[in-house]
């Protein structure tokens, strides 16, 4: 599968922006799914994971701020981010895997997205 990230901007902080990731090919529904991000001197960290059945996962740092979602029909996962914080500034990466193992762990996923920045000022 092929992933292409999109909707990543600036926004000052407090305000929301939404993330989407295409795939290709026909067997999207059959991946579990997940954004990571990574700032600049610092490792990519997990942010919310959606697995095959919908149910998803989310970093301490994100919960009751960020939601995951996924359109199997139109084959694309979205990431809606209210509240930004600076600390939120990163590179976001979609990730897509058949069998998750920790959704948490980036190296679990088997296919990666090209990143979209996201910078959150003060």
């Known amino acids: 599968v092929q992933l292409q990230a999109s909707g990543g901007g600036s926004v000052q902080a407090g305000g929301s922006l939404r993330l989407s990731c295409a795939a290709s090919g026909r067997t999207f529904s059959s991946y579990a799914m997940g954004w990571f991000r990574q700032a600049p001197g610092k490792e990519r960290e997990f942010v919310a994971a959606?697995?095959?059945?919908?149910?998803?996962t989310y970093a301490d740092s994100v919960k009751g701020r960020f939601t995951i979602s996924r359109d199997n029909a139109k084959n694309t996962m979205n990431l809606q981010m209210n509240s930004l914080k600076p600390e939120d500034t990163a590179v976001y990466y979609c990730?897509?895997?058949?069998?998750?193992?920790?959704?948490?762990?980036?190296?679990?996923?088997?296919?990666w997205g090209q990143g979209t920045l996201v910078t959150v000022s003060s």
């Open positions: 990730a897509a895997v058949r069998v998750v193992g920790t959704v948490g762990n980036p190296n679990d996923y088997d296919y």
């Open positions: 959606i697995r095959r059945s919908g149910t998803s």
